[in-house]
């Protein structure tokens, strides 16, 4: 394997993990929006508060990971 057949592997793999950054942080933020909504989860009730910082901790680390996926796939362009 050439140095050339090496580098696109490693594109390839780096595209897949810039996607999966962004796939996952939508994840996170649809989380964090449902546990702001409901706030009862099967025979678990979250309080107001525990609730508002779970979801809000939750949307920003969604929204990092597809700053972190975004970036990453900017990077793989050049």
Not at 57 to 68: D, E, N, Q, T
Request: zero cysteines.
């Amino acid at each position: 394997m050439n140095i050339e057949e090496r580098n696109e592997k490693g594109k390839t793999y780096n595209n897949f993990r810039g996607s999966l950054h962004i796939g996952m942080g939508a994840v996170y933020i649809a989380l964090g929006i449902a546990v702001m909504y409901y706030r009862v989860f099967g025979a678990i009730e979250l309080p107001l508060a525990v609730s508002v910082t779970l979801g809000v901790a939750m949307l920003l680390y969604g929204a990092f990971r597809i700053w972190r996926g975004y970036m990453d796939l900017k990077q793989n362009r050049r």
